[in-house]
């Protein structure tokens, strides 16, 4: 299967910034889409950011103009770098993989990976 790290996070002072990275790794054969969802306490998860292949870059209303999501296609990292954060934006940040992988019987499926999340708190 495939497998998520993410790195980065911690306490944050309002108006501060955050840099996080995540990396797959597993027997992969191709990732289409990588991304950052977040979930806050009490809160459903929401995909903050995600960036396919070739670039093309969707973010939340909620970081729009403050996040930016770049990925190394080559070594399959993904990273999110945000800036003038608010207590709103406290949440465990969870990275996402989607694309395919080389099963045991080395035929590609399908896999859509979540990380175990790294936590980001903003307070003053």
């Known amino acids: 299967q495939v497998q998520l790290v993410e790195s980065g996070g911690g306490l944050v002072q309002p108006g501060g910034s955050l840099s996080l990275s995540c990396r797959a790794s597993?027997?992969?054969?191709?990732?289409?889409?990588m991304g950052w969802g977040r979930q806050a306490p009490g809160k459903q998860r929401e995909l903050v950011a995600s960036?396919?292949?070739?670039?093309?870059?969707n973010y939340a209303d909620s970081v729009k103009g403050r996040f930016t999501i770049s990925r190394d296609n080559i070594r399959n990292i993904v990273y999110l770098r945000g800036n003038n954060l608010t207590p709103e934006d406290t949440a465990v940040y969870y990275c996402?993989?989607?694309?395919?992988?080389?099963?045991?019987?080395?035929?590609?499926?399908?896999?859509?990976?979540w990380g175990q999340g790294t936590e980001v708190t903003v307070f003053s």
């Open positions: 996402n993989a989607q694309g395919q992988y080389y099963n045991s019987h080395s035929k590609v499926e399908t896999f859509d990976s």
């Open positions: 960036i396919l292949t070739d670039g093309t870059r």
């Open positions: 597993g027997d992969i054969f191709g990732i289409h889409s």
